[in-house]
C-alpha cells in the first residue's frame, strides 16, 4: 500500500519536483509527508489541490489522510 501511494503522488505532482514521500501510519490516520522545490504547486489556488490530493489517497487507504508539505531550499 505504500509504495502504491508512493507511486501515486510521484505520478500526480511530476511537475513539482517531489524529492521524497515519507508516509507514517496509526490506527485510523496515515501521515503523508512530502518534501519539493515547489509547494505551491501541490497546494494550488486557496488550498485546492492538496484537498483533491487528500480525497485521492483517503480513496486509496480507507483511513483518514493528512497531508504535510516541506520546502526544499536548494533542490
Known sequence: E??????YVHARLSKASVSRVIIE????LVTVTITTARPG???????QEVDKL???LKKITGKEVQINIFEIKRP
Open 54 to 56: 487528500k480525497e485521492e
Open 2 to 7: 505504500d509504495d502504491k501511494i508512493r507511486k
Open 25 to 28: 501510519r496509526t490506527l485510523k
Open 41 to 47: 504547486i501541490i497546494i494550488g489556488k486557496g488550498g
